[in-house]
């Protein structure tokens, strides 16, 4: 069993849908949690950052951590076909190297 | 802020020869760098760790002579691939985390190529 599991997709949603992306994970010392988008050919780009069970939430994002279930989630409000790129999730103990999912493809459509 | 560059974007090299990919932190100071390679479709694999003015921590299965790490200022680190070959196609992306907040910023990967 992986640390971390996330499905791959794709996800293929109409634009200004509400997209909901998650992550499992069964270490439970992790306690930072992270959200990346990666477009084709490009680096990942940090999103979110939470260390505490509950919601955060940044502009048309929302990262939620559901630590007694070992549950993340990542929704994006209003998507754009821009938002087409594939998402990330990551995690630690806490100055610790990273252990990613295998990431959610997703694709807005106009 | 936050903002990591890598250089070059893409080198296509010869079998044989040895390639270098510089990581610059640009407007912090890194104290821990990593090094990551993606095959298509896959996710991120970690290649080292490595902190400025010590050796670099290398992964299991990670040829540390192959994949020199250098890590010699707070803005910059170094991975040089020696006598690559064709599987050593891939792209390598770095990233850098400040000693303050636990996160990695990512730079724009670098594509290489052995023919």
């Known amino acids: 069993q992986k640390e971390v599991e996330q499905d791959p997709g794709p996800l293929s949603v109409p634009e200004g849908a509400i997209v909901s992306l998650n992550c499992t994970y069964s270490?439970?010392?992790?306690?930072?949690f992270m959200w990346y988008r990666q477009y084709s050919r490009k680096g990942p780009e940090l999103l979110m950052y939470?260390?505490?069970?509950g919601n955060k939430e940044d502009g048309r994002f929302t990262a939620q951590v559901d630590k007694s279930s070992k549950y993340i989630s990542l929704f994006i409000r209003d998507s754009q076909p821009s938002d087409s790129a594939t998402y990330l999730c990551?995690?630690?103990?806490?100055?610790?190297?990273?252990?990613f999912g295998t990431g959610t493809r997703l694709l807005v459509s106009p | 802020g936050a903002v990591v560059s890598q250089h070059p974007s893409w080198v296509i090299c010869k079998s044989g020869t040895s390639v270098k990919i510089e990581c610059r932190s640009l407007?912090?100071?890194?104290?821990?760098m990593f090094w990551y390679r993606q095959f298509p479709k896959q996710s991120l694999m970690l290649m080292a760790t490595?902190?400025?003015?010590?050796?670099?921590?290398?992964e299991q299965g990670v040829e540390k002579d192959k994949f020199l790490i250098n890590h010699a200022s707070l803005t910059l680190s170094t991975l040089t691939v020696t006598s690559a070959h064709p599987e050593d196609s891939s792209f390598y992306i770095c990233s850098a985390r400040t000693g303050a907040e636990d996160t990695q910023y990512f730079g724009p990967g670098t594509r290489l190529t052995v023919l």
């Open positions: 990551a995690m630690n103990t806490g100055f610790q190297k990273l252990v």
């Open positions: 270490n439970s010392a992790f306690q930072y």
């Open positions: 490595s902190n400025e003015g010590s050796k670099a921590t290398y």
């Open positions: 407007d912090f100071q890194a104290t821990t």
């Open positions: 939470t260390y505490s069970s």
